[in-house]
């Protein structure tokens, strides 16, 4: 249940109720469909003693919450869905790369209030192994601080912070897995039996050999394969992130349990959205690729259940970057409509924007969105270019087919364009994880890499350069203006190119995606008032386009848009709606591309042969009818 309806429910019964009486309602509202999701997991006849240990755990959780947290959670839920407003803009960035430490990051909150941004999606925090540990995402704990970022203090008082300032925090739950160090994966390591039914461990290789059959690798070329041998415990393990990575076994209900107590110690210290990492893999079936099983879904649903009676304040986002028609199925399909994830990484869109930038049109682009179930209405996508992982390709192959196209050919046609296998592309990628097995691969790079301008810089093409700031906007302006909350990665803003320094060290050297991690370079922000560079021109376009996107309800999403088909194939349009509207297009060709004036008109956009884009603040006028829009340019029409 959403948290509007959710309160409305709750307030109906009684008024004046109690913090603790709400939770108390919150159970019992819950706890039907938490016990048929519980029972179709894990059989009644066999397990009703753990459901029943369970229920006596949701008080004790319950009581672990800080008062405070209660009644903003009580709050909240008034609020309705605050998710869905206009008024969110995000970032994403790893704390020690963005000002050292967690006292650093407090120190520069004006940098993103001046901005704009009020969402912040701090990379993992928590203690990890020494060497390896993709980043923090093998955990060896879910809620002590690494001494890196600071203490578990210092981030409370953060999360104060941002609470006073109106800003929000999201946090990662690794879900999926421990890290090998992780006390549970010590305990089977010495051989504790309990702890070994923790993780799928096998003495031999009959069961990993019948799994490899159908489990596809995530990281070939580092961790190939999907179980590792560990020598002290005798036994193998699965591992289909990286080796030391240990994926949890759900069918074991003590799991689930103890992995929810994990969920709200971490969202107790003040956390406003959980990124559920790597969802689509939390449950393993022989024969199948062990993603997106229903199985997952009914995991998902019974965490979001449960979080909701006892932290309904706080949200989760599903980081599932799988086919387009998969990520949907996050937000609760049939009987779990709206009650599996709030929120959704928009990987299609994406996927699909750098594909369109590849091949200068935008038909695949429009074919897929259109042909997208819609989504619930109480759910919303985080929408964004570039994050900390590299780029898939995961478009539909069957929709590729539909333009003509053979979908290896022209997976490998983008993975050449973006990763520096043709001379003529303007891109300075990497490519990720080829596997010439199957011929898949993933690409990695800045976004302003990808675009052009580090090319573009070392070749001293001021074109060239121009041309890639102007994509940069362009899909900034795309992201701030589609339904759902628009991500900047932090550096994006400022136009950061790729980092090489990661090869140079041993334990990120076979990652490429450490390329797009760089640190923040504020003698750049320290620059942006004085200089024409391309790092200012990004910087206040961007900031424009967030204070014009708050200033417009018409962008707070209600699943208010529409796509349309304007015949040319370099333009992009689609339009969000409600009492005033707004109409977005965009070019992505290299050249000057036109559209018939009265196609806009019909929409109420033109009058007098006249149109208002509300970034440049300008009326334009038509030339001999038609809308003419320069490579790469973006307008956001607003009628008169
Ligand atoms: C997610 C993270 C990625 C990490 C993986 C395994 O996909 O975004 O960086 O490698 O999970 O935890």
Redesign the pocket.
């Known amino acids: 249940m959403n948290q509007a309806a959710l309160h409305k429910l709750l307030s109906s019964k009684k008024e004046n109720q109690s913090l603790d009486e709400l939770f108390e309602l919150r159970l019992v509202t819950n706890l039907t469909l938490i016990k048929d999701l519980f029972f179709s997991l894990y059989p009644e006849e066999h397990y009703r003693a753990t459901f029943q240990k369970l229920l006596k755990q949701f008080s004790k959780l319950y009581n672990s919450r800080p008062e405070n947290l209660k009644q903003q959670d009580v709050d909240r839920l008034k609020k309705g869905n605050w998710y869905q407003s206009e008024k969110l803009v995000g970032s994403q960035l790893y704390v020690d790369r963005f000002n050292k430490d967690l006292k650093g990051l407090h120190n520069k909150l004006s940098y993103f209030e001046e901005l704009g941004i009020n969402f912040l999606h701090l990379m993992p925090l928590t203690t990890r192994p020494k060497g390896e540990n993709?980043?923090g995402?093998?955990v060896n704990s879910y809620d002590k601080i690494d001494a890196k970022y600071g203490t578990q203090k210092d981030f409370v008082k953060l999360t104060e912070t941002l609470r006073k300032k109106k800003m929000y925090v999201m946090l990662?739950f690794?879900v999926?897995?421990t890290s090998n160090e992780y006390s549970w994966a010590k305990k089977a390591i010495a051989g504790n039996k309990k702890y070994q039914e923790y993780y799928y461990t096998y003495a031999d290789r009959k069961v990993p050999d019948e799994f490899e059959k159908s489990l596809p690798e995530?990281?070939p070329e580092t961790s190939p394969g999907n179980f590792t041998f560990v020598l002290e415990m005798n036994k193998w393990v699965m591992t289909c992130?990286?080796n030391y990575?240990w994926d949890l076994n759900y069918t074991n209900p003590e799991v689930f349990l103890e992995m929810l107590a994990n969920l709200v110690n971490l969202v107790n210290l003040g956390v406003d959205v959980i990124?559920f990492?790597?969802l689509a893999f939390l449950w393993k079936r022989i024969g199948t690729t062990s993603q997106n099983l229903p199985e997952a879904h009914i995991l998902t649903s019974l965490f979001r259940m449960c979080l909701q009676v006892v932290a309904p304040g706080t949200i989760l986002l599903a980081?599932a970057?799988v086919a387009p028609t998969d990520i949907i199925k996050y937000f609760g399909e049939d009987g779990r409509k709206g009650n599996e994830c709030e929120i959704a990484y928009n990987a299609s869109l994406m996927a699909l924007l750098w594909n369109s930038i590849a091949t200068k049109e935008i038909g695949l682009l429009h074919k897929s969105l259109i042909n997208l179930p819609q989504k619930p209405k109480d759910s919303t996508w985080i929408n964004y270019i570039r994050?900390?992982?590299d780029i898939g390709l995961g478009m539909d192959d069957f929709f590729i087919h539909e333009m003509g196209w053979n979908p290896q050919e022209h997976r490998k046609f983008i993975l050449n364009y973006y990763c520096q296998f043709l001379d003529w592309s303007p891109a300075k990628g990497m490519l990720f994880m080829y596997n010439p097995k199957t011929g898949d691969g993933r690409i990695t790079g800045s976004a302003a890499s990808l675009l052009g301008l580090e090319k573009g810089i070392e070749e001293n093409n001021s074109n060239l350069i121009n041309e890639a700031i102007n994509k940069i906007n362009m899909l900034h302006g795309i992201i701030m203006a589609f339904t759902g909350i628009p991500l900047i990665y932090a550096g994006d803003e400022i136009a950061t190119l790729n980092d090489y320094s990661f090869l140079k060290d041993k334990n990120k050297k076979e990652d490429s995606?450490w390329i797009n991690r760089p640190y923040h370079n504020w003698e750049t922000v320290a620059n942006l008032e004085f200089k024409n560079t391309p790092e200012s021109k990004v910087f206040f376009a961007l900031k424009k386009l967030i204070a014009l996107r708050k200033k417009h309800s018409v962008f707070a999403d209600t699943n208010n848009i529409d796509f349309h088909n304007t015949g040319n194939n370099h333009i992009l349009v689609f339009e969000r709606k409600a009492k005033e509207g707004i109409l977005i297009l965009c070019n992505f060709n290299t050249s000057r591309e036109v559209i018939d004036g009265n196609w806009i008109t019909k929409l109420g956009y033109l009058k007098n042969q006249m149109f208002r884009d509300i970034i440049t603040d300008k009326k334009i006028k038509l030339n001999s009818g038609f809308l003419e829009l320069n490579p790469y340019q973006i307008f956001w029409l607003k009628k008169f």
């Open positions: 993709d980043g995402y093998a990662d690794v999926n897995h995530i990281f992130f990286n990575q990124r990492d790597a980081e970057i994050s900390h992982d995606r």
